[in-house]
């Protein structure tokens, strides 16, 4: 057993219902072009939003999940791949427990039987198995996204006959048989085994409900709905035609919207908005409602350019079309003109605005809580949107003419950046970073546009490339024409859809797809499209886990019941 | 839309001295009477050149209660804090036949409210003359006009330094939580630091304030304006370097401040002034003087405020004989008391947008919004109030 599937089954032993899933059979294999079918070739953690919206999909929009999910994991720029090694801790797994309890309470609850329950049982005070087992099938089948096993579904069944016998109450014991499904390593973890298909470039095949969940988490961020899961029982996802079948019904809903977010919340890192704090003696402005519609401001900009308006992707540097809010306009200082919560906007021409990197999100979740940082707003772009990581500053690094009292001297940050720069350890990665972040010191740590910065006019000229331009907008042109953009996009999209970075073996795969994307003229929605016709994205290609720091290494108590399951 | 982008690079972008059209819209922080402060800095209460004898004696209630007809047992109730609502009664109803003395103050006896005796209060000198006012300005400009001031200025809680009295703080929350929303507009075609042919026009906004992270008013917020002729008016002003001032008197009309909204909502000053400095960091800073009608101002705290006598501690009747003591204009034909009191309010302002009622179009030119489409509407010009 590898140490990751230790640890798994380390955390699970808390919750002694949700034991069923975790077996030594579930360990991931060092070498997934080795594996066999049906054994386990990855395992990702659900993100807090995908856990949401599969229990809004499969209970109902209305069921409040309220809780406190585990810290998620960046790995190559991406959660979608730190998913790939996210853990569940103790403390976790009682949270996951707390929400399971909660979700399961509301979907029983009186007033949603009867749009809950697939039968009606015998009675509402005793345990009915028939009814009970047709319920907890149904609702397996959708959490585990697979149909459960006969020794897992009768492990509910048999929970559930006690607990209703024990309370005098079905729906108590339905509760229990929920409870245990939501709180099992099946549900919490996307579990993906080897298909039976022949390696594909040295990667072994996912089997079709690896592969329903694969696309459904891509284009929908959420679990397979019943018909990508059918297509996976009878095997036609398998097929080309089957699966671009499903490719085509999922790329036309309007849920490919859901997915789009999905992937660039991840992408941009907007979940740091969880954690950013602003001086509010520097920023009165900053509040936590800015934040999240600053948050949604972004991504309302993303899926109206690239999916309503099958727009180019480069244009995202460059566009100064967006979503506004009252607060937002604030922020911007420009004129809401609108009654709705939301309306489209176009910033003017001259006002300095051009594309993402000039929208608050950027500008303002890469800067100090008081002030702004060009070198913080390099690194970001050069990775999110680059795949370019800058190493980590060196430990005994002089930060004494960026932030001591020689900065009050230095009126601008570029001189302070300049005078810092002079060491020659620091003015390797400087170089780099900090010219494209100098282009956007017109805005400030929260993204207000100024002019000048302690009286001294703010000078944004850079070059970048060999190239001198000015400004925003000048760095934005720079990024549309620069092919080391749309590139990026596409390893972040296959690295988010397969769990893994497109490196080594897979890079060959990742310029192929990227030729198509700037082929097909940068467009999104085509080239999902592509994407997930793509086979390299329904394989697993696994390193040897690394030891998971603070594991628990406490290992779960395995039943004859869960080893026969997981080795099928 | 490209129209509402160029109205709003008109408000946003920093101008120059250039003869171009050119916008500033505001909304309203601070808004309390223009009172003078005589006292030591940050003791509101305390005597000074203004109030040398400190603020006004609280309403003697056990006083008022004693009647011939009341037993002290009876007055000993009314004190008990835990009766107050009893006492609000009484105090209300203690005309000679159980009237109500707020609404018919002259039914209960002057008790004396202590006037302003300093010789210095802010405002305008509202009728040109030097010899009437008695006041100066703390800049030494003679023949101030400020009745109002001079007739309530040693109540406790309408003492203190500009923003610091309790009044000031307490009614501004109001505002500041939502009662209402002051707007300002001010436009011209020349230099905004300098320019003879100023619009300005005060508006009250459909929209409540916003409140930023220090709770205070937050800026470059954006309001629509609310179509009401009563809390709207627009006049002519000229701004000498950074200075904005009515280039002549005028009727103004303004949203009034409130604690409830009960109370009026109107200020109508006849003969009005203003005078704002513009800020360096974008706001505006100053005060709105003229005649208004003082029995309004009586009936807003007296009868629609009601907290005159439970919350100051002022006895109404006695300030309605005050106010009628100082009122200084509009004499009537017929008994030739005056019906208006000079007084000034001190309004502190800082950068918003300002939109029309519909919120479609920057108002970038104050006009009138009187609830109409704005096709019916005269042409969309300044239209002075008088």
Known sequence: MSMRALALCGV????????AGCASDTSLQANASAAKPGEVVGMRRLTAAQYRQSVADIFGADIKVQGRFEPEVRREGLLAVGAAGAAVSAAGMEQYYAMAASIAEQATAE???????PCQPASAKAADDVCATQTLQKYGRLLYRRPLL????????????????????????????????????DFLFRIERAGSGRPVDGAMPVDAYARASRLSYMLWNTTPDDQLLRAAETGDLLTPAGLQAQIDRLTASPRLEEGVEAFFDDMLQLELFDHQSKDPAHFPKYSQVVATQAREQTLRTVVDLLVRRNGDYRDIFTSRDTFMTRGLAMVYKVPYASKADWAPYTFPAGSGRSGLLTQISFLSLFSHPARSSPTKRGVALNEIFLCEVTPAPPGDVDFSQVNGDAATVKKTVRLRLEAHATDETCASCHSMVDPPGLALERFDSLGEYREFENGERIDVKAEMDGQIFEGAAGLGMLLHENPRAPACLVRNLFASGAGRPAVGPDKPTAQALAKTFTEGGYRLPAFLKQLAANPALYTARLAPAPALPGATTKVAARSPSSLKETGR | MRTLALAAMAVILPTAATA??????????????????GGPKDENPAPGTDCPKGTAPPHGWKKVLKTRWRKDADIAYYMDAENRPDLQRVLRFRGPNYENVWEQPTLAPDLGLPPVTGKIAYGFNLDDNVKTGGFSTPEGVPGIDNGYYRAGGCWASYRGQPYKSQRGVGINGYMRDGLYTVLIVMSGNKDPMNDDDVTFAFYQAQERIMKDALGQVARDVSFSV???????????AKIVDGVVETRAPAEIRFRDEA?????????????????????????????VGGYRDWKVIYRKQAVNGRDGEMNQG??????????????????????????????????????????????????????????????QLAAATATPAQ
């Open chain 1, 12 to 19: 699970f032993a808390v919750a002694p219902l949700a034991l």
């Open chain 1, 111 to 117: 007033g949603r039987r009867a749009k809950l329950m």
């Open chain 1, 150 to 185: 006969p020794n897992e579904l009768a492990a509910r069944v048999k929970l559930a006959h006690a607990v209703s016998t024990q309370s005098g109450d079905f729906y108590a014991g339905l509760r229990e048989g929920f409870t245990s499904l939501l709180t099992a390593p």
């Open chain 2, 20 to 37: 171009e059209p050119w916008s500033r819209a505001y909304v309203v922080d601070w808004m309390e009477p223009a009172f003078f402060h």
């Open chain 2, 226 to 236: 609310r179509p009401d002729l009563r809390t709207q008016s627009i006049v002519k």
């Open chain 2, 259 to 287: 604690w409830n909204l009960r109370m009026p909502d109107q200020v109508q000053l006849i003969g009005g002034r203003l005078r704002f400095q513009m800020k360096p960091e974008g706001g505006l800073e100053g005060y």
């Open chain 2, 314 to 375: 002022i006895d109404m009747p006695s300030f309605y004989y005050a106010l009628e003591r100082h009122a200084d204009a509009d004499p009537d034909p017929k008994t030739g008391k005056n019906r208006r009191i000079s007084m000034a309010y001190r309004l502190r302002a800082v950068p918003a947008f300002v939109l029309t009622p519909d919120s479609k179009e920057v108002v970038s030119v104050p006009r009138v919004f009187d609830g109409k489409p704005a096709s």
